[in-house]
C-alpha cells in the first residue's frame, strides 16, 4: 500500500476548486477565494487510512499545459470538479479533461479520476443523469460525489473517496465492461481460499471462515451473519454453497459483491494480509524480509519453522499413510507459482516407493533452508507462514548459527545440521556413497534409477552421542577443486578414492593439501569399493602411511555391494567428526568420549582439593 496520497483537483474555471479545498481546512466557506490554493497536506493520523495526503489545487489562468502534465504526471488520483447546475461544464469533462488526464495511456495503467460535481446547493436535482454515460465510457472513473463547498456537503466524503481510489483501486481488481474480477485478483484469491481450506476438501467450513475472519479483519463473523452469506451466494451461484460450505466459486463471487457494492477495500485487506501489493503480486518485502546471516555463520530451521512444515505437510496428507504420494504433493504446491521442488527431490531424501515421507520432507526443508535462505523464506511465504502464523514475517521460522571460528575455539558445534564434501575423482563412487546413505545400495530394487541421475546432495539424520543431526553429503569433483578455487569450506570433508585405482588416492592427497592442511576441518579418507580387490600400489606413501604422517584417522574402507542396506557406521563417524572436530586424531566412539569428559572432570577436581590442601599446610607453617 502507499506511503502517501497526492489527490489533484481539475476542472474548468469558477467550479471551485478552491473553494472546496478551503472549505475543508477551514471547515467553514471562505469570503475570500484567491486564483489558487496552495498545496496542503493532511497528517496521517487525522485521515481515515493513516496515510498522509496532499492536495493540490490548479489554474488555467496561472499555470501552462505543461506545468498541468507534471501535476498530473506527479498525481496518485485527480479529481474533475464541475459544477452541477453548468451542464458545459460536464461536457467538459468528456471532451477535455479525461483525454488531458489520460489521453496518452491506452495501454497503460490510468490515473483513477474522481468526478466531482460541486455547487449541489444551487441545483435542486441530481447531476447523475448526466454523469452516467461518462462513466460508463471511462473505466477509469472510480465514482462521482455530489458536494457544495458553500454547505459543507460531501465534502470529506470527497477527499476519503479520492484517498479511497488510490489505496483501494478497483482497476487492478474488476473489469467493469465485463463485470467480472481481472484474471490476477482470481489467481490470487484462489491462493488465499487454498491455504485457508485446512481440511483439502476444497470448500469453507463455519470454523474455517471464521479463522479467515480473525485473520484478516481480527474478529470471527456472527453466527448470523454467516448463514446471511452463505444464503446470499446460495441465492446468487449455483455451487456456490455445497453441504452447507462455502466453495471457491462462492468465495469469489463474495468479493466480486463487495466491489461491485463500493466495498473494495474489503477485498484489498484480505489481498494484503496475504501479502499482496497494489500490482497483485506477492510483494518482494513480503517473500523476502530480511535476515542478516554474517560470514562463517549457516542457517537453520527452529523449531517454530519445523511446525508449520509439519503441519502443512499432515493437511495434504489425506490418506493419513504418513507419506506424499505426487497428487498430495501438487495439492501442496498449488499455492507456489511453480512447483519449487523439482525430480532431482526423490534423489536427494529418503523415500518410500516413490513417495515422499515426513521424514525425508523435514531432510528436504532442512537442505533448502542450509543451501538457500533466500528461496527458504520464499517458500515459506507462499505458504502463507506470516499469516497464518501471526508473525511478522516468516525469519521468524529461521535460526541462524553461531560463527564457525566460535565453534572451533569451543571444539564443539551447535550446529544441528552439518555439511560434508564428498570429494573423490570421477567413477570413485561419490554418487554411490550418496544414495548409500539414503539406504539405496547398488543391489537396491531402484538402483540403476537412482544411480545414473546423480543429485549432488543428499540429506539424512544420524545419531551423534543420542542428538539428532542432519547431515547433508555434497559431491564434489576433485578436479574442480584443483582446476580452481571453489568455496571448499565444510564440516567435515570426505576424501574419496578407489582402492583397486591408486592413483585415485593421490587426488585426494593432493586436494587434501591444497585446501585442507593447513586447516581445522577434519578430513575422513574412505576406501570406496572395498568388495573389488586392491590394485597394484603406486611409488610413495600407502594410505594407511600417508594418514598415520599427517595425524588423520586411519582410512575407512566402504562398499555399497550387495542386497542389503549398507551400513551408516560410517556416516555416523562423519557426522561425529563434524561435532566434535578436535577428536578426530582419537577415537570418536560414544564410550571414549564421555570416558575422556569424565577423567577430565575428575582430574580437574583432584587437582583443586590438592591447590587447596597444600594452601591450608603453607597457612599453618607460617
Request: charged share 20%; hydrophobic share 35%; with cysteine.
Amino acid at each position: 500500500m502507499k506511503r502517501d496520497v497526492r489527490i489533484l483537483l481539475l476542472g474548468e474555471a469558477q467550479v471551485g476548486k478552491t473553494s472546496l479545498i478551503l472549505s475543508l481546512v477551514g471547515e467553514e466557506f471562505p469570503e475570500e477565494v484567491p486564483p489558487r490554493a496552495e498545496e496542503i497536506t493532511i497528517p496521517a493520523d487525522v485521515t481515515p487510512e493513516k496515510v498522509p495526503t496532499h492536495i493540490v489545487d490548479s489554474s488555467e489562468a496561472e499555470q501552462t499545459v505543461e506545468e498541468l502534465q507534471d501535476e498530473i504526471h506527479k498525481a496518485n488520483v485527480v479529481c474533475v470538479v464541475y459544477d452541477v447546475s453548468e451542464e458545459a461544464t460536464i461536457e467538459k469533462i468528456r471532451t477535455k479533461w479525461i483525454p488531458l488526464v489520460n489521453g496518452g495511456t491506452e495501454n497503460g495503467p490510468r490515473v483513477p479520476i474522481i468526478l466531482v460535481g460541486n455547487k449541489s446547493d444551487l441545483r435542486p436535482g441530481s447531476s447523475m443523469e448526466a454523469v452516467l454515460p461518462i462513466m460508463s465510457q471511462f473505466p477509469e472513473i472510480e465514482t462521482c460525489v455530489e458536494c457544495s463547498a458553500k454547505n459543507l456537503k460531501n465534502i470529506s466524503e470527497l477527499f476519503y473517496y479520492a484517498q479511497k481510489a488510490v489505496l483501494h483501486p478497483t482497476a487492478p481488481l474488476y473489469d467493469p465492461e465485463t463485470k467480472q474480477l481481472r484474471p490476477a485478483c482470481t489467481q490470487a484469491l484462489t491462493r488465499i481460499f487454498r491455504l485457508s481450506d485446512q481440511d483439502v476438501d476444497q470448500t469453507l467450513s463455519d470454523e474455517e471462515l471464521n479463522a479467515f475472519q480473525k485473520t484478516c479483519f481480527g474478529h470471527p463473523l456472527a453466527p448470523q451473519a454467516l448463514e446471511d452469506v452463505k444464503m446470499v451466494v446460495h441465492k446468487h451461484v449455483a455451487g456456490g454453497v455445497r453441504d452447507d460450505r462455502l466453495t471457491l466459486d462462492g468465495f469469489l463471487f463474495l468479493n466480486m459483491l463487495f466491489i461491485q457494492r463500493g466495498r473494495h477495500e474489503t477485498t484489498w485487506t484480505i489481498l494484503r494480509r496475504f501479502g499482496y501489493s497494489d500490482t497483485l503480486e506477492l510483494s518482494t518485502d513480503y517473500l523476502f524480509p530480511p535476515l542478516h546471516v554474517p560470514a562463517g555463520c549457516s542457517t537453520e530451521l527452529n523449531h517454530f519453522g519445523y511446525q508449520f512444515v509439519q503441519r502443512v505437510f499432515e493437511k495434504h496428507d489425506q490418506d493419513h499413510d504418513g507419506a506424499l504420494s505426487q497428487a498430495e504433493l501438487q495439492e501442496l504446491f498449488s499455492v507456489f507459482p511453480a512447483a519449487p521442488w523439482g525430480p532431482q527431490l526423490l534423489r536427494e531424501v529418503r523415500t518410500e516407493a516413490g513417495r515422499l515421507t515426513l521424514h525425508g520432507y523435514l531432510c528436504q526443508w532442512t537442505l533448502v533452508t542450509y543451501l538457500d535462505v533466500r528461496r527458504c523464506l520464499e517458500h515459506l511465504g507462499y505458504l502463507g507462514y506470516p499469516t497464518l502464523c501471526k508473525q511478522d514475517s516468516q525469519a521468524h521460522a529461521i535460526t541462524v548459527t553461531r560463527e564457525k571460528r566460535l565453534d572451533q575455539e569451543k571444539g564443539q558445534t551447535q550446529r544441528n545440521v552439518l555439511l560434508c564434501r564428498v570429494v573423490g575423482a570421477r567413477r570413485v563412487g561419490k554418487s554411490a556413497f550418496l544414495q548409500a546413505f539414503l539406504g539405496r545400495g547398488l543391489g537396491h530394487q531402484d538402483a540403476e534409477e537412482y544411480h545414473k541421475m546423480p543429485a549432488g546432495y543428499a540429506i539424512d539424520t544420524v545419531q551423534v552421542n543420542g542428538q539428532e543431526k542432519y547431515l547433508i553429503l555434497c559431491e564434489v569433483d576433485a578436479d574442480s577443486l584443483l582446476s580452481t578455487s571453489p568455496d571448499a569450506a565444510c564440516d567435515v570433508a570426505c576424501l574419496m578414492f578407489d582402492s583397486s585405482d591408486h592413483r585415485s588416492f593421490a587426488i585426494c592427497t593432493s586436494v587434501y593439501k591444497r585446501h585442507y592442511m593447513d586447516g581445522q576441518t577434519p578430513c575422513l579418507f574412505v576406501s570406496s569399493k572395498a568388495d573389488l580387490p586392491e590394485g597394484v600400489s603406486l611409488p610413495g606413501l600407502s594410505p594407511a602411511e600417508f594418514c598415520r604422517r599427517h595425524r588423520l584417522p586411519a582410512p575407512t574402507p566402504f562398499s555399497c555391494a550387495g542386497p542389503g542396506e549398507p551400513s551408516t557406521a560410517i556416516f555416523t563417524q562423519l557426522a561425529t567428526m563434524a561435532t566434535f572436530p578436535y577428536l578426530v586424531h582419537g577415537e570418536l566412539h560414544t564410550t571414549s568420549f564421555w570416558l575422556r569428559v569424565t577423567l577430565g572432570a575428575v582430574g580437574a577436581a583432584v587437582a583443586a582439593v590438592l591447590s587447596f590442601s597444600l594452601y591450608r599446610v603453607l597457612v599453618r607453617s607460617r
